[in-house]
């Protein structure tokens, strides 16, 4: 079975710095996918990027980017120019590819981390 | 933008009662899933349907948790007696095969 490891139950970062929030996973799979969830106080589960693993090239979404190192097992989310809506819990989530890639029907379930809370000071 | 919804938003039941959460996936999509988030807690998967089936369905999943689609749009989970333990925030997500969408959830709470 998956499992996803957030060693970090809480971060703060300053408006307009940049925070690294840190994911680990362990997977015996090749084939998957690996998700940063946001979760603001409404807690709704808004994506915020995602990343192949067959992919080298770290995944971006504007200020945020991924730092996937597939050899070790982690998955880190750098937010850069941080703003007070990024205020939030961060979740780390993993997919089998299993479904995707081969269209078995069986649909993959998200693992999902213990979230990180991230707080922005002004 | 297609989105996930779910009704009704918050929920407040009796302990014994039956519920009946209800969600509208992006049409088109192939899979659907049902997860609960205890307060503070990570959130948990329950069920994946697939194919008007069960595709798999975890621990927490058990006699007392059922899913359908009866009419080909809405997913439903229903819960027939419900326990204290089951309050939490339940989501519903849909699929293409590539990523979930997931609703805003409903709130559940049992007393």
């Known amino acids: 079975a998956q499992t996803v490891t957030q060693s970090q139950p809480e971060m703060s970062v300053q408006e307009a710095e940049t925070v690294t929030l840190s994911c680990t996973y362990d997977?015996?799979?090749?084939?998957?996918?690996l998700f940063w969830y946001k979760q603001p106080p409404s807690r709704q589960m808004i994506l915020v990027i995602r990343?192949?693993?067959?992919?080298?090239q770290n995944a971006t979404e504007n200020r945020f980017s991924v730092n996937f190192q597939k050899a070790a097992k982690s998955f880190s989310l750098k937010i850069s120019d941080s703003q007070l809506g990024d205020a939030a819990m961060y979740f780390c989530?993993?997919?089998?590819?299993?479904?995707?890639?081969?269209?078995?029907?069986?649909?993959?379930?998200?693992?999902f981390g213990t979230g990180t809370r991230l707080q922005v000071t002004l | 933008e297609p989105e996930v919804t779910q009704t009704p938003s918050h929920q407040v039941t009796q302990m014994g009662q039956e519920v009946i959460l209800r969600c509208v996936p992006i049409s088109n999509h192939l899979y659907f899933y049902w997860y609960r988030q205890i307060l503070g807690q990570k959130v948990e998967f329950l069920v994946s349907?697939?194919?008007?089936?069960?595709?798999?369905k975890s621990e927490i999943f058990d006699d007392q948790f059922s899913v359908e689609r009866p009419d080909g749009s809405n997913f439903t989970l229903k819960i027939r007696s419900t326990k204290l333990e089951d309050s939490a925030m339940y989501f519903c997500a849909s699929d293409p095969n590539t990523e979930a969408f997931f609703g805003q959830g409903t709130r559940l709470t049992v007393v």
């Open positions: 990343q192949e693993a067959y992919k080298q």
């Open positions: 997977t015996s799979e090749s084939d998957y996918y």
């Open positions: 349907f697939y194919n008007n089936e069960i595709s798999e």
């Open positions: 989530a993993y997919r089998s590819a299993r479904g995707a890639v081969w269209n078995t029907g069986t649909a993959s379930k998200l693992t």
